[in-house]
């Protein structure tokens, strides 16, 4: 079985945090670049976040600048997005991927199921 599993996901009011982990099975997530995706209701597939496997360098959107961040944690075959200082705006399913790729790309193989944040009050 090769899958990205997400979890962390919830309901949450404008201001708080959640975290957001992404586990990988049957495979060796440390040899990947791994990125964090969401769609919100009525939109399309946005990039979020990215975390490369060589030097651990990552991206982030424009939106989520300064209040997200993104990490690994290899021998946890994980990823994580802690998400801080969350707005309305941020309300999507989030949606983890991988590639066998030591820096961040467009193109991705592996893909989760998602996760549900609701940002609301």
């Known amino acids: 079985q090769v899958q990205l599993v997400e979890s962390g996901g919830g309901l949450v009011q404008p201001g708080g945090s959640l975290r957001l982990s992404c586990a990988a099975s049957g495979f060796t997530l440390g040899y990947y670049a791994v990125g964090w995706f969401r769609q919100a209701p009525g939109k399309g597939r946005e990039v979020v976040s990215c975390i490369s496997s060589s030097d651990g360098s990552t991206y982030y959107a424009d939106s989520v600048k300064g209040r997200f961040t993104i990490s690994r944690d290899n021998a946890k075959n994980t990823v994580y997005l802690q998400m801080n200082s969350l707005k309305p705006e941020d309300t999507a399913v989030y949606y983890c991927?991988?590639?066998?790729?030591?820096?961040?790309?467009?193109?991705?193989?592996?893909w989760g199921q998602g996760t549900q944040v609701t940002v609301s009050s």
């Open positions: 991927a991988s590639v066998r790729s030591s820096t961040c790309t467009n193109s991705y193989d592996y």
